[in-house]
């Protein structure tokens, strides 16, 4: 790959969703030059896999705004007002039991500089991909304006962490000053610092990454044909059009939304009913109403007109010693450094941060399988206890998170410290920890 008088460093990301093409942006927007290598044919994959949902509190909302995105922000999504608790069995006849209801607090939301959006994940790809490409301004239109290129198709079979060099499965080789991991945890380049960490070469994510026994399913509900449906008017009119939906229940959970400002609703599962060691873009074998399970009608319903679904496994991640390869030139962020769990509340903000603090990581990915443990209480004491709280507060006119010195607060307080972050306070550091590179740019 010829160099020529390229400003900046070259920068080579392997992965192009969000993770990558975010961290694109932002070496774009400080003078280096980016290659976005992609597997998939076209940008977040076929068009057969349904898209999810992205879910983005405020400290991710925030960035894209600073971005300039605003109004494609605005255009695709909703703003969540919260969420909806009901129990997962327990409803009488066709309807729900209702726990109670979770309101962002405004000051809170005020506080952290952002709010809580809603995009389709396809939607949210895009926005960020035409950021990543869109031509210098006339004043930056010049030879050495820093631009990203994005290659679909793009699979990558070997990375040499020394030379820096990227082998393609096509045969062609690219050469980059650094190169930026965000294939997820199932990619080569975790799998690539796991096998120089542990001194075994065939270390695999597989071998080390291992399951918990839940998975997350994934579908789509169209509102044409949800609303055929009686019940289903209450996860699309207002006020519940802006309100998610969390229904807790014995080893299994489910969370709805509105596709942003697709007229689509999203159901998510946690279930043990599902072993498909599929992704994000591959459709699974089994449908949603094969994975369900035992719950309320209404949920029995939109899992019969969901659309085919995505599962994808939850797994204890084997812990990198480090996110950096021994030669410095390599580095691993968003899910190839701190896998968080599929569908969690903050997986995304993380992926748009580039978040290099590993404390903070590790916090909010703890926070994030607390929550999801709290969903997912096999019934008994503790299960019964969370209930009780849920409904006294439901019953006082509180939020039904709201419980001082409980672990619900704590899940409360969590939320404080994650949506309340600046992410610029840390670039900084991030560049003085890698500084070699900043050092080489301004050789």
């Given at each position: 790959m010829s160099r020529g008088d390229e400003s900046g460093l070259h920068f080579i990301i392997i992965g192009g969703s969000i993770a990558g093409l975010a961290s694109a942006i932002a070496l774009r927007?400080?003078?280096?030059?980016?290659?976005?290598?992609?597997?998939?044919?076209?940008?977040?994959?076929?068009?057969?896999?349904?898209?999810?949902v992205a879910r983005v509190p405020p400290n991710g909302s925030k960035i894209l705004f600073d971005w300039g995105l605003g109004p494609e922000v605005i255009e695709n999504t909703i703003v969540s007002e919260g969420f909806m608790v009901y129990k997962y069995?327990?409803?009488?006849?066709?309807?729900?039991?209702?726990?109670?209801?979770?309101?962002?607090?405004?000051e809170f939301l005020t506080e952290a500089r952002g709010d809580f959006r809603i995009f389709r994940h396809r939607d949210l790809l895009h926005i960020l991909y035409d950021a990543a490409i869109r031509p210098p301004t006339p004043n930056d239109a010049s030879k050495l304006s820093p631009k990203v290129t994005v290659l679909f198709g793009a699979e990558v079979v070997h990375i040499d962490m020394d030379l820096c060099s990227v082998s393609l499965r096509s045969g062609d080789i690219h050469i980059g000053d650094a190169v930026i991991g965000a294939d997820g945890a199932g990619g080569i380049v975790r799998q690539s610092l796991m096998r120089e960490q542990l001194e075994d070469p065939t270390a695999t994510v597989?071998?080390?990454?291992?399951?918990?026994g839940l998975s997350v399913c994934s579908a789509n509900i169209s509102k044409v044909d949800g609303l055929t449906v009686p019940e289903f008017a209450k996860f699309y009119q207002s006020p519940h059009s802006n309100l998610g939906t969390v229904c807790v229940g014995s080893n299994r959970g489910a969370l709805t939304s509105i596709?942003?400002?697709?007229?689509?609703?999203?159901?998510?599962?946690?279930?043990?009913?599902?072993?498909?060691r599929g992704g994000w873009t591959r459709v699974a074998d089994k449908k949603m109403s094969d994975v369900i399970g035992p719950c309320d009608i209404p949920f029995q319903n939109l899992a019969a007109y969901a659309g085919p679904s995505v599962c994808i496994q939850i797994k204890d991640h084997h812990e990198l010693e480090s996110w950096v390869s021994e030669s410095g030139r390599v580095v691993v962020l968003g899910?190839?450094?701190?896998?968080?769990?599929?569908?969690?509340?903050?997986?995304?903000?993380?992926?748009?941060?580039?978040?290099?603090?590993?404390?903070?990581?590790?916090?909010?990915?703890?926070?994030?399988?607390?929550?999801?443990?709290?969903?997912?209480?096999?019934?008994?004491?503790v299960q019964e206890s969370r209930d009780a709280l849920m409904?006294?507060?439901?019953?006082?006119?509180?939020?039904?998170?709201?419980?001082?010195?409980?672990?619900?607060?704590?899940?409360?307080?969590?939320?404080?410290?994650?949506?309340?972050?600046?992410?610029?306070?840390?670039?900084?550091?991030?560049?003085?920890?890698?500084?070699?590179?900043?050092?080489?740019?301004?050789?």
């Open positions: 927007a400080s003078g280096h030059n980016v290659l976005v290598l992609e597997q998939e044919r076209q940008l977040g994959g076929s068009d057969s896999v349904p898209s999810g069995t327990g409803g009488h006849g066709p309807g729900l039991d209702c726990v109670g209801l979770n309101r962002w607090d405004p597989d071998k080390y990454d291992l399951p918990t596709l942003g400002k697709s007229t689509e609703l999203a159901l998510s599962v946690y279930t043990p009913d599902c072993s498909d899910d190839a450094a701190h896998p968080f769990p599929p569908a969690a509340m903050n997986c995304y903000a993380i992926a748009l941060e580039d978040e290099h603090r590993r404390d903070r990581c590790f916090r909010i990915r703890n926070a994030d399988k607390h929550y999801i443990t709290t969903l997912t209480l096999p019934d008994g004491e409904r006294a507060n439901q019953a006082a006119g509180r939020n039904v998170m709201d419980a001082p010195e409980s672990s619900l607060q704590d899940i409360i307080d969590e939320m404080r410290m994650v949506f309340g972050y600046e992410p610029t306070d840390d670039a900084d550091e991030w560049w003085m920890s890698w500084g070699r590179l900043r050092d080489a740019s301004e050789a």
